[in-house]
């Protein structure tokens, strides 16, 4: 009869072990706390919607300057948040290379990073808008 319920115990005991053990590995835990601007390399994945294949293209937020690179060329700005997510960047500077094949690309980011008023962090993703739509995406 011990027998028995010893054999009834060991599937939740199982159960509870896994718990436990997943629980200690944070699988079951959400995310701390929320990503911020700064501190992250965001990595472009689409301008106007069309998705990027590259992953040559990223950003790094870090107290009022920005840099990365727009596919080809470093780039640097100076950037400003206000209220309500709110964000503009000064002008950008740029190595001056060329690469062949994502000229356009580097033109359209940067003339886009040009035109962003508005920032959203949503689900790993930064999403720069313009007064009316998104222009930039970038994933963490």
């Known amino acids: ?16 072990f896994f718990a436990i053990t997943l629980a200690g590995c944070n699988i079951l835990q959400p995310e701390s706390s ?8 965001w990595k472009l994945v689409s301008i106007d919607h069309k998705k ?5 293209a990223f950003l790094v937020f870090d107290g009022g300057k920005v840099h990365g690179k727009a596919f080809c060329n470093s780039i640097n700005s100076g950037y400003e948040l206000m209220g309500d997510n709110q964000l503009t960047f000064d ?3 740029s190595t001056k290379m060329y690469c062949d094949g994502v000229m356009d690309l580097e033109s359209q980011m ?20 313009d007064s009316d739509k998104m222009i930039l995406t970038f994933k963490k």
């Not at 009869?1 to 509870?16: E, G, T, V, Y």
């Not at 929320?34 to 390399?41: F, R, Y």
Request: net charge positive.
């Open 52 to 56: 990027i294949t590259s992953d040559r």
């Open 34 to 41: 929320p990503l911020k601007l700064e501190g992250q390399e």
């Open 1 to 16: 009869m011990l027998a028995n319920k010893l054999k009834d115990m060991k599937f939740p005991l199982l159960i509870l």
């Open 110 to 129: 940067i003339t886009n990073l040009q035109n962003v008023k508005r920032y959203e962090i949503k689900n790993r993703m930064l999403y720069l808008s």
């Open 91 to 93: 002008p950008f500077i």
